[in-house]
């Protein structure tokens, strides 16, 4: 045989062999769990979770974004942004251009829609991350049990890859596809059914850069039954049991050592304690500050209070009159100037303490009173709101979540003290795949859980205290907001109200 056969012989074994042995790509996947309080997290009630908790990085300190509600979430980590930048400001906003007379649905793409068009394709106005990977011909996949609004605000652009929830599959194109791989949704069976598509799509070998998914429990069962309900524990169990066929899985393709993951929640959760309490609408129109349930001169969207000529006057007459009610908390308005931390009515706090001081915030926003209560099952926190249970507020016991991180890029069996946020996820996200982070997101790449930091972390925080008062008829309100700062980072921790 002669000698260039040989070599012709022997480079296509090596080159053979590389192609065997080559390396497959570091994936991202980022995993939401609605409404994961940090208590549920134990051996009894989420085994597979707590089990990958133990050997992975856990942040003590995590928070999710004020308004806490799903929406806003969804957009934040989606952005690395707060509503200032993103300008999500609720799961209820108000888009005059839209309807002229009362709040959107943000659970609803429908109404995502009609506000994408409305704005001239503006419904977010920041970048995405799903927008950042396009643009590098890296694809992201969305996979949600949840509302079609909090799947489609994760990659609202599509982006080149796909979103698919059991109401709504995007590009409308691979609908047909997609059921006939997976067949229909079964009752009771939506977190199977996208943990199926995961699998199929997500993990596979020629599967997106970058997935997420989105599982609609603990919350739907929380909010109808309660925490720590039958019900809302037996959601966690399922929950958790789809997690660990994903870890399965990753641990059979022996996939571990290539996918960094992600874990966090929109929000905590609190008991609902509210005794006589009335909508924002009512109390408006109570009090002669709104015509009627449908008149457009005040509009309300959830706790934002929106006044059609922001007549300076008639919000401080608003104010004045939410001061006094037991079950109204912190109370915001705008700042004279940037940079005030207290608003330009007295008694409240800016809009800037809260990152909201976007041109779509309302005049006025309002937040419920809470407690640090227990319920029957023994959870603390309360919030005096009508119902059974649910979230949004400004208390620890909504902001305050879990956050869990694995993979090559982070350390093991690590804690860590420092403030995080939802806002983070993403600027991390980019830096594990060698991707800048835009100056544009207001996160931060979460340094102390890495193995190789970026250059300038900064390792200590403070904590900060605001206060504002204000007096009524027969006594003082009292609003106090701490917020952790790390660097030019202010993670805000709670907000609480006193009377006196």
Do not use: C
């Amino acid at each position: 045989m002669n000698k260039i056969l040989i070599a012709i012989i022997t480079a296509s074994t090596l080159l053979q062999a590389s192609a065997q042995t080559k390396q497959p790509e570091t994936r991202t996947l980022i995993v939401f769990f609605d409404g994961l309080r940090p208590d549920y997290i134990t051996p009894e009630a989420m085994p597979n979770l707590h089990a990958f908790k133990k050997r992975s990085a856990y942040g003590k300190s995590h928070h999710s974004v004020f308004p806490t509600v799903t929406r806003v979430n969804s957009a934040s980590y989606a952005t690395g942004s707060y509503p200032v930048t993103h300008g999500l400001m609720g799961n209820a906003v108000f888009f005059p251009e839209v309807v002229n007379n009362k709040s959107l649905n943000t659970g609803d793409a429908e109404d995502l829609f009609k506000i994408g068009e409305a704005t001239g394709g503006k419904l977010l106005t920041t970048t995405s991350l799903g927008e950042i990977l396009q643009s590098l011909g890296k694809k992201m996949m969305v996979f949600s049990s949840g509302s079609t609004g909090q799947a489609y605000l994760q990659n609202h652009t599509i982006s080149g890859g796909a979103i698919i929830n059991p109401a709504m599959i995007l590009p409308a194109t691979i609908k047909d596809s997609i059921f006939k791989d997976l067949g229909p949704v079964q009752a009771g069976g939506k977190h199977k059914w996208v943990t199926d598509a995961l699998i199929k799509y997500g993990l596979s070998d020629d599967g997106p850069l970058v997935s997420a998914i989105w599982y609609s429990d603990p919350d739907g069962s929380a909010h109808a039954k309660g925490i720590g309900s039958p019900e809302a524990m037996a959601s966690i169990k399922t929950v958790d049991a789809e997690f660990g066929r994903i870890v399965a899985e990753l641990e059979n393709k022996g996939l571990t050592r290539y996918n960094n993951i992600l874990i966090s929640t929109d929000h905590g959760f609190t008991t609902h304690v509210g005794q006589n309490t009335k909508s924002l609408n009512q109390l408006l129109i109570d009090n002669g500050f709104k015509q009627s349930a449908t008149s457009d001169d005040v509009v309300t969207a959830g706790g934002a209070i929106y006044i059609k000529n922001h007549d300076p006057e008639l919000i401080k007459k608003i104010v004045t009159v939410l001061r006094p009610l037991e079950y109204i908390g912190a109370i915001f308005t705008k700042g004279v100037k940037a940079g005030d931390t207290k608003g330009f009515v007295e008694g409240t706090l800016s809009f800037e303490t809260i990152h909201w001081n976007h041109s779509r915030a309302a005049d006025i926003l309002v937040d419920a009173n809470w407690d640090d209560r227990k319920n029957s099952a023994g959870y603390a926190g309360a919030t005096f709101l009508p119902g059974v249970a649910g979230h949004g507020s400004i208390s620890n016991w909504d902001i305050h979540i879990p956050l869990i991180v694995s993979g090559p890029a982070f350390k093991n069996t690590f804690e860590s003290e420092l403030p995080t946020s939802n806002v983070d996820l993403a600027p991390t996200v980019l830096y594990t795949l060698n991707i800048p982070v835009p100056a544009t997101m207001d996160g931060r790449i979460m340094n102390e859980f890495l193995r190789k930091p970026a250059p300038g972390a900064i390792t200590k925080a403070k904590k900060e205290t605001i206060v504002t008062t204000a007096g009524y008829a027969g006594g003082t309100y009292k609003l106090t907001l701490e917020r952790t700062v790390l660097g030019k980072y202010r993670y805000v921790d709670r907000a609480r109200t006193e009377r006196k």
